[in-house]
């Protein structure tokens, strides 16, 4: 019996020290701030991944949390934690790219179908007798869609595939504006 007495308070003892002992798990912190860094300067993960940036950045501060309070198990996880986001962030900024890159690839090409369809519409309606329209207005707005469309090509081609979607859903309410005006006056027209 005397010698549990002696080996429980030499083992709580030793324990103590091992404990005191315990270093920050400084390489795996370095990591995970090395990784959240890179994610941040990912110009798709910002654009397109943000929600996944703000939870590896949590980690990171909870990880630092754990460090501070000496509970380096749990800041060894939370790096760890931290890494995997911030790589699921970079991969999941990639993924967002390409598919906003294929959705303002979609936009350009219907665009354009859009204004040659448009234009034939105008030198359609041109033809029909009695048709009250403004075609010097029209040539000027199919103007304006044209200038727009040549800036959504040049944003297209600066990777800029949210100046592409926003410029285009302006320049395809316009389009439909006209031709909802064109087939008023052709209906207008039949009547009489």
Same mark, same amino acid.
């Given at each position: 019996m005397k010698k549990i007495y002696i080996i429980i308070p030499l083992v709580l003892i030793l324990g103590g020290i091992l404990a005191a002992c315990a270093t920050p798990p400084i390489d795996d912190m370095n990591s995970a701030h090395e990784a959240v860094m890179r994610a941040e300067n990912d110009p798709n993960v910002v654009a397109y991944a943000n929600n996944t940036l703000v939870l590896a950045r949590d980690? #990171?501060?909870?990880m630092q949390a754990e460090s501070n309070a000496?509970?380096?198990?749990?800041?060894? =996880? #939370?790096?760890?934690?931290?890494?995997? #986001?911030?790589?699921?962030?970079?991969?999941? !900024?990639?993924?967002? =790219?390409? &598919?906003a890159r294929d959705e303002a690839e979609a936009m350009v090409r219907s665009l354009g179908q859009?204004?040659?369809?448009?234009? &034939?519409?105008?030198?359609?309606?041109?033809?029909?007798?009695?048709?009250? #329209?403004?075609?010097?207005?029209?040539?000027?707005?199919?103007?304006?869609?044209? !200038?727009a469309y040549g800036d959504v090509q040049q944003s297209f081609a600066a990777n800029n595939f949210r100046d592409v979607i926003s410029r285009g859903q302006i320049?395809?309410?316009?389009?439909?504006?006209?031709?909802?005006?064109?087939?008023?006056?052709?209906?207008?027209?039949?009547?009489k």
């Open positions: 980690a #990171l501060a909870r000496r509970r380096y198990d749990t800041a060894r =996880s #939370l790096a760890a934690e931290t890494i995997s #986001l911030a790589e699921r962030a970079i991969a999941d !900024g990639r993924a967002g =790219s390409a &598919r859009a204004l040659d369809d448009t234009t &034939r519409a105008i030198n359609g309606a041109r033809t029909v007798p009695g048709i009250r #329209l403004d075609f010097n207005a029209l040539t000027r707005e199919m103007d304006v869609a044209r !200038g320049i395809r309410s316009m389009l439909a504006d006209i031709n909802g005006r064109i087939s008023e006056a052709m209906r207008a027209a039949g009547r």
